[in-house]
């Protein structure tokens, strides 16, 4: 979990090609090399709105993805725009994951989490890792990125819906559980719902695997200087330290798993 080198002026560009995954997610892709590694983040400037960080979707040295829902009024806006349309971005920011040959690693997403973590699954492959791939969703229509996770080689794919539509009945967690009892894995990355992380962080711990988490807090600056994103009770600024953060450090901060922050610092519990 090295920390990148990062760019903190704004580059502008153009807006590719837009796919939409489902109702109300799209994924953005730009021809710029980038140079994420899966787990960072970037800051997007949608032009006279407002600028928010999103989580690379996928790098491949020349183009980049962002998968991104609609939920208030920047992202409202975002779905305004076409291909063709220019936006800002700065960064990659942030710690990411790190695989190497022979890993054995099981991967939870939840929600847009699946698109950071297909990212993830790709570069565990390409590392020459082994992936159970753990998506979860309320209902089928909501699942992402299952069709691009199961064209990957050397993982499988386990899906998991509240509403039973598709896969597994239930969490995501219960599927990680279930692996558990069958499988050794060495490492367990998650990205998705808070709540989800902190209990994938208490299975694997409980499996003797010290979970590496994608930790989301209200960010301004994105690199560590406004202490938006600071984390109680620790004082560090999880744009720097994380997002991809260990279980051990995370279950020692109140804040964790319990509740979030607003742009004015005021707490709302999960
Ligand atoms: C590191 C990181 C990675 C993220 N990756 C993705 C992603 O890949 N795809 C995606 O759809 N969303 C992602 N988000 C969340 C995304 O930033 C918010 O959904 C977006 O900012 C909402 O803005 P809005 O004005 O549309 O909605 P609002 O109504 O303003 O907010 C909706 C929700 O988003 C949160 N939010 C709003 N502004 C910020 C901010 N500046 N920083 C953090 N959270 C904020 C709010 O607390 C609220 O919970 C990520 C957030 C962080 C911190
Ligand atoms: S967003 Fe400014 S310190 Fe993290």
């Known amino acids: 979990m090295k920390i990148q080198t990062f760019d903190t002026r704004p580059v502008a560009l153009t807006i590719k090609k837009i796919v939409r995954e489902n109702e109300n997610t799209n994924t953005y892709v730009f021809d710029y090399p980038l140079g994420a590694r899966s787990g960072q983040f970037v800051m997007l400037w949608i032009p006279g709105v407002d600028e928010k960080p999103f989580s690379v979707a996928y790098d491949n040295g020349t183009e980049f993805w962002l998968t991104i829902c609609r939920v208030g009024p920047a992202t409202k806006e975002l779905f305004k725009l076409k291909e063709g349309d220019k936006v800002g971005v700065r960064g990659p920011f942030g710690t990411n994951y790190e695989?190497?040959?022979?890993?054995?690693?099981?991967?939870?997403?939840?929600?847009?989490?699946?698109?950071?973590?297909?990212?993830?699954a790709h570069e565990a492959v390409k590392a020459g890792a082994e992936v159970d791939f753990i998506v979860g969703a309320r209902s089928e229509d909501l699942l992402l990125f299952t069709h691009k996770v199961s064209g990957l080689s050397d993982v499988d794919l386990h899906i998991a819906t509240d509403d039973g539509s598709c896969g597994f009945k239930g969490y995501t967690t219960q599927v990680l559980e279930k692996?558990?009892?069958?499988?050794?894995?060495?490492?367990?990355?998650?990205?998705?719902?808070?709540?989800?992380?902190?209990?994938?962080?208490?299975?694997?711990?409980?499996?003797?695997?010290?979970?590496?988490?994608?930790?989301?807090?209200?960010?301004?600056?994105?690199?560590?200087?406004?202490?938006?994103?600071?984390?109680?009770?620790?004082?560090?600024?999880?744009?720097?330290?994380?997002?991809?953060?260990?279980?051990?450090?995370?279950?020692?901060?109140?804040?964790?798993?319990?509740?979030?922050?607003?742009?004015?610092?005021?707490?709302?519990?999960?």
């Open 99 to 120: 695989f190497k040959k022979g890993d054995k690693v099981a991967l939870v997403a939840g929600g847009y989490g699946a698109a950071p973590m297909y990212f993830c």
């Open 179 to 270: 692996l558990f009892k069958k499988k050794k894995f060495n490492k367990v990355c998650t990205c998705g719902p808070e709540i989800m992380e902190k209990f994938v962080g208490e299975i694997a711990e409980k499996h003797g695997v010290d979970a590496e988490i994608s930790v989301e807090k209200y960010m301004k600056c994105g690199f560590g200087v406004c202490g938006q994103c600071v984390i109680d009770d620790s004082g560090e600024p999880i744009c720097k330290k994380g997002c991809v953060m260990k279980y051990s450090y995370l279950k020692r901060m109140p804040e964790f798993g319990k509740y979030h922050r607003d742009a004015q610092g005021k707490k709302h519990n999960f």
